[in-house]
């Protein structure tokens, strides 16, 4: 069943074909790769799924609701998150903040003026076993500027999931950190997104990465979406092949 | 910020209450009343930083708020005959957030350098405003704000002036400021005060966990402006005289001295730096006719050599002391 669908969605700058008459589905509860060589158009396609940028025209519809027009806050509220490729963090904030954060824009109670955000315990716990859950927790304390790569990278996931999306893009969650590190955090990624039932894309350049962990893959090529298909009929699609390697599928 | 326990503030902020309390019966009325000053322009400049240290946004324009409660005062006094003090407040607080109201709406949808040219030049209106229209707000003569009266009880018949001000009035202006501060420190450690942090740190990405940007910047101006404007009020009756010199730019930029020479990164620096900068400018006035001189002077010195301000500054030295001890 699909979760998210865009219907002839496009995006140019200037002469630039972003994003080109793209139809792209989200299925409910998969875990779908979205790779392509630099200025495919992948960031872009998110881009404009998340609310960061405006479609020129083309329609995107999330859970039967056009969300096309619809503000960043307004899309969150309806169960999309992302994580980002630069690691975006609020970076004076503790770890811990930056999780509860989410939590209290998530149940409305950042209005709030006159309550201690620490002493709203059902946030602190809910923080802590996000944390938990993602390696972070003897990290609560620190600032997030204080934070190495990998646990930034981690944390910024983290503060997305907190938000208890229904669709989670994340963008290039291993991108920066070093070939060691990956596995670890793909593997605590993957087994939190699905223990949680949360359906999520991800955007890869590793396609070790991809290949492992991913159930469905869709191929972006100067705009356009190239293939799409399970990991054994990419990576024996000659034209992705041909495409992303300069080589055949057989070679 | 990591956020400090409640319980290690009190440590601090209770001998602190404890001896402004005590002090008038040990210095002079004349001390007394700097002080007074001192705790008036650190209400202004907790609201200042409340969008300064806490959300990220440099407003030159403050003088515009803290003007606007002095008039707000002053205009009570002359053409409604006010005397109770706790009515000159509503009124100036009021006056006050209706021009932030406005002024807020404009300015927010800017940052950086746009937000702080544009507050700037939204307050010279202002000031000139009560410059051209002497008949209303006496031109550069200004408007006398008498003593008023304090929660129904004026000044006895024959009391001298200095000893109310220096006594009822600045125990008044003492128990104003705690309640702000505060008011302000459960502002700053709220949801809507983490808020305005991940606002400063990172306004994308406080947008992609669902934070209304524009909309907190908003609500944080109104704020400031409440704060500045309570601060202009209880200026007022102090100064007895209310002229357009507090609407002018140079007013904003002491604004931004104080808290720069406390630290803005710190909830007390505003507070601290607003008390040291009324001495040291007393001081250089008294002492030399250069004072401008001697005040660029300092805040040259304090931007190269304590870019933290006073309290910044002192929390790391403590903190390093902490931890070789």
Same mark, same amino acid.
């Not at chain 2, 002095?70 to 607080?93: H, N, T, W």
């Not at chain 2, 309640?179 to 740190?201: C, E, N, T, Y």
């Given at each position: 069943m699909s979760l998210l669908s865009t219907k002839s969605l496009v995006k140019y700058f200037g002469d630039t &074909? +972003? !994003?080109?008459?793209v139809d792209f589905t989200v299925n409910q509860g998969e875990l779908l790769a979205l790779i392509g060589s630099n200025g495919a158009g992948k960031t872009s396609l998110v881009n404009l799924i998340s609310g960061l940028l405006r479609a020129d025209s083309g329609q995107i519809h999330f859970q039967g609701t $056009? !969300? %096309? &027009? *619809?503000s960043i806050h307004e899309r969150i509220a309806e169960g999309i998150a992302r994580s980002f490729q630069l690691v975006n963090l609020f970076? *004076? #904030?503790s770890t811990l903040d930056n999780i509860a954060l989410s939590i209290f824009s998530r149940e409305g109670k950042t209005r709030r003026l006159f309550t201690l955000a620490d002493h709203d315990s059902a946030v602190r716990d809910e923080a802590t076993e996000v944390l938990r859950q993602f390696g972070l927790e003897a990290r609560a304390r620190m600032v997030a500027g204080g934070l190495s790569q990998g646990e930034r990278k981690l944390l910024d996931v983290a503060v997305a999931y907190a938000l208890r999306p229904k669709l989670l893009f994340l963008d290039e969650p291993t991108s920066g950190v070093s070939t060691r590190e990956k596995a670890p955090i793909m593997d605590v990624i993957t087994a939190i997104v699905r223990s949680g039932k949360i359906t999520a894309v991800i955007i890869e350049h590793d396609m070790d990465v991809v290949f492992k962990y991913s159930d469905r893959i869709v191929v972006m090529h100067q705009g356009t979406i190239l293939a799409d298909g399970t990991p054994d009929q990419i990576r024996t699609n000659d034209q992705v092949t041909m495409t992303l390697l300069g080589t055949h599928a057989g070679a | 910020m990591i956020p400090v326990p409640p319980r290690r503030v009190l440590v601090y902020a209770i001998p602190i209450a404890l001896l402004l309390f005590v002090l008038p019966s040990v210095v002079s009325p004349y001390e007394v009343t700097q002080l007074s000053y001192g705790l008036i322009f650190a209400i202004a400049a907790l609201g200042f930083n409340l969008l300064l240290g806490y959300t990220g946004l440099l407003s030159f324009g403050h003088s515009a708020y803290f003007g606007m409660g002095a008039y707000g005062v002053a205009f009570m006094v002359k053409y409604l005959k006010i005397s109770s003090m706790e009515a000159l407040i509503v009124g100036g607080v009021v006056a006050a957030t209706a021009v932030a109201a406005l002024f807020g709406f404009l300015c927010v949808r800017y940052t950086r350098i746009f937000f702080g040219i544009l507050t700037l030049a939204l307050s010279q209106v202002l000031w000139s405003l009560a410059f051209k229209f002497f008949w209303v %707000? /006496? /031109?550069? $003569?200004g408007l006398r704000v008498p003593t008023p009266s304090l929660l129904g009880v004026g000044m006895? =018949? /024959? *009391?001298d002036k200095m000893a109310f001000l220096a006594h009822r009035y600045y125990y008044y202006v003492l128990v104003i400021f705690l309640v702000g501060v505060a008011v302000m420190w459960v502002i700053v450690h709220s949801p809507f005060g983490k808020a305005l942090q991940a606002i400063r740190d990172n306004e994308t990405r406080a947008e992609f966990v669902g934070v209304q940007v524009r909309r907190y910047r908003y609500m944080a101006f109104l704020v400031s402006g409440v704060y500045t404007g309570l601060a202009g009020a209880l200026w007022a009756p102090l100064n007895g005289l209310t002229t357009p010199d507090i609407l002018v730019w140079t007013f904003s930029g002491e604004i931004v001295f104080f808290t720069v020479l406390g630290g803005f990164q710190t909830f007390a620096g505003p507070i601290v730096g607003a008390v040291v900068f009324n001495y040291l400018k007393t001081f250089a006035v008294g002492y030399t006719v250069y004072w401008q001189m001697f005040l660029g002077g300092v805040l040259v010195v304090l931007v190269l +050599? #304590? =870019? +933290?301000g006073i309290v910044g500054t002192a929390s790391r030295l403590i903190d390093r002391l902490r931890k070789a001890a």
């Amino acid at each position: 069943m699909s979760l998210l669908s865009t219907k002839s969605l496009v995006k140019y700058f200037g002469d630039t &074909h +972003a !994003v080109d008459r793209v139809d792209f589905t989200v299925n409910q509860g998969e875990l779908l790769a979205l790779i392509g060589s630099n200025g495919a158009g992948k960031t872009s396609l998110v881009n404009l799924i998340s609310g960061l940028l405006r479609a020129d025209s083309g329609q995107i519809h999330f859970q039967g609701t $056009d !969300v %096309t &027009h *619809q503000s960043i806050h307004e899309r969150i509220a309806e169960g999309i998150a992302r994580s980002f490729q630069l690691v975006n963090l609020f970076d *004076q #904030l503790s770890t811990l903040d930056n999780i509860a954060l989410s939590i209290f824009s998530r149940e409305g109670k950042t209005r709030r003026l006159f309550t201690l955000a620490d002493h709203d315990s059902a946030v602190r716990d809910e923080a802590t076993e996000v944390l938990r859950q993602f390696g972070l927790e003897a990290r609560a304390r620190m600032v997030a500027g204080g934070l190495s790569q990998g646990e930034r990278k981690l944390l910024d996931v983290a503060v997305a999931y907190a938000l208890r999306p229904k669709l989670l893009f994340l963008d290039e969650p291993t991108s920066g950190v070093s070939t060691r590190e990956k596995a670890p955090i793909m593997d605590v990624i993957t087994a939190i997104v699905r223990s949680g039932k949360i359906t999520a894309v991800i955007i890869e350049h590793d396609m070790d990465v991809v290949f492992k962990y991913s159930d469905r893959i869709v191929v972006m090529h100067q705009g356009t979406i190239l293939a799409d298909g399970t990991p054994d009929q990419i990576r024996t699609n000659d034209q992705v092949t041909m495409t992303l390697l300069g080589t055949h599928a057989g070679a | 910020m990591i956020p400090v326990p409640p319980r290690r503030v009190l440590v601090y902020a209770i001998p602190i209450a404890l001896l402004l309390f005590v002090l008038p019966s040990v210095v002079s009325p004349y001390e007394v009343t700097q002080l007074s000053y001192g705790l008036i322009f650190a209400i202004a400049a907790l609201g200042f930083n409340l969008l300064l240290g806490y959300t990220g946004l440099l407003s030159f324009g403050h003088s515009a708020y803290f003007g606007m409660g002095a008039y707000g005062v002053a205009f009570m006094v002359k053409y409604l005959k006010i005397s109770s003090m706790e009515a000159l407040i509503v009124g100036g607080v009021v006056a006050a957030t209706a021009v932030a109201a406005l002024f807020g709406f404009l300015c927010v949808r800017y940052t950086r350098i746009f937000f702080g040219i544009l507050t700037l030049a939204l307050s010279q209106v202002l000031w000139s405003l009560a410059f051209k229209f002497f008949w209303v %707000t /006496g /031109g550069t $003569d200004g408007l006398r704000v008498p003593t008023p009266s304090l929660l129904g009880v004026g000044m006895a =018949p /024959g *009391q001298d002036k200095m000893a109310f001000l220096a006594h009822r009035y600045y125990y008044y202006v003492l128990v104003i400021f705690l309640v702000g501060v505060a008011v302000m420190w459960v502002i700053v450690h709220s949801p809507f005060g983490k808020a305005l942090q991940a606002i400063r740190d990172n306004e994308t990405r406080a947008e992609f966990v669902g934070v209304q940007v524009r909309r907190y910047r908003y609500m944080a101006f109104l704020v400031s402006g409440v704060y500045t404007g309570l601060a202009g009020a209880l200026w007022a009756p102090l100064n007895g005289l209310t002229t357009p010199d507090i609407l002018v730019w140079t007013f904003s930029g002491e604004i931004v001295f104080f808290t720069v020479l406390g630290g803005f990164q710190t909830f007390a620096g505003p507070i601290v730096g607003a008390v040291v900068f009324n001495y040291l400018k007393t001081f250089a006035v008294g002492y030399t006719v250069y004072w401008q001189m001697f005040l660029g002077g300092v805040l040259v010195v304090l931007v190269l +050599a #304590l =870019p +933290a301000g006073i309290v910044g500054t002192a929390s790391r030295l403590i903190d390093r002391l902490r931890k070789a001890a």
